[in-house]
T-cell receptor
């Protein structure tokens, strides 16, 4: 089983749609979880951390289910500018210094 | 603008060349990383340095040699690379949380 697995995508949605991405991780001892966004030919940028209680940042909601080793990202009211690849990231060691990336899910929002 | 600066942004080298990638972070972070991003693959962690000490070497071939002289600078020395080493090499730094990436050095090995 891969350390971090994501929905393969691509997701093609119209503006205003709600879209959800899923991610599973294999290391049950993982403590830190993040969603990153990567635009074409650019570096990844931190979108949001994922907390045990779930967290929201504007139109974005992240959830963590430790029992199922599952993370999700929900985007409401999609904008054209949300088009990007979304990367699920999980730490793989106790120190939290070795973050492992999923392959990413590509989102394309059209007008 | 970014707190992590990488040079060069683009590099073309032959298999017998020796070159180095440089990374500098201006964020005061303690940890620095090298990642490799190839087409259709997830980012691959290569090396981790924490307070200048290497804490992770993810089975990287010896033709890649990292150097971390201080907490703000990280190098990746390259020698006798193979064409399959062509990729985007991303440097990142962190402190107790998420990673901040540089814009990457796009390497082409001929």
């Amino acid at each position: 089983r891969k350390e971090v697995e994501q929905d393969p995508g691509p997701f093609n949605v119209p503006e205003g749609a709600t879209v959800a991405f899923n991610c599973t991780y294999s290391n049950s001892a993982s403590q830190s979880f993040f969603w990153y966004r990567q635009d074409c030919r650019k570096e990844p940028k931190l979108l949001m951390s994922v907390y045990s209680s779930g967290n929201e940042d504007g139109r974005f909601t992240a959830q963590l289910n430790r029992a199922s080793q599952y993370i999700s990202l929900l985007i409401r009211d999609s904008k054209l500018s949300d088009s990007a690849t979304y990367l699920c990231v999980v730490n793989s060691n106790q120190a939290g210094t070795a973050l492992i990336f999923g392959k990413g899910t590509t989102l394309s929002v059209s007008s | 603008e970014t707190g992590v600066t990488q040079t060069p942004r683009h590099l073309v080298m032959g298999m017998t060349n020796k070159k180095s990638l440089k990374c500098e972070q201006h964020l005061g972070h303690n940890a620095m990383y090298w990642y490799k991003q190839s087409a259709k693959k997830p980012l691959e962690l290569m090396f981790v340095y924490n307070f200048k000490e290497q804490t992770e070497n993810n089975s990287v071939p010896s033709r890649f040699s990292p150097e971390c002289p201080n907490s703000s600078h990280l190098f990746l020395h390259l020698h006798t690379l193979q064409p399959e080493d062509s990729a985007l090499y991303l440097c990142a730094s962190s402190q107790d949380g998420g990673l901040f990436f540089g814009e990457g050095s796009r390497l082409t090995v001929l």
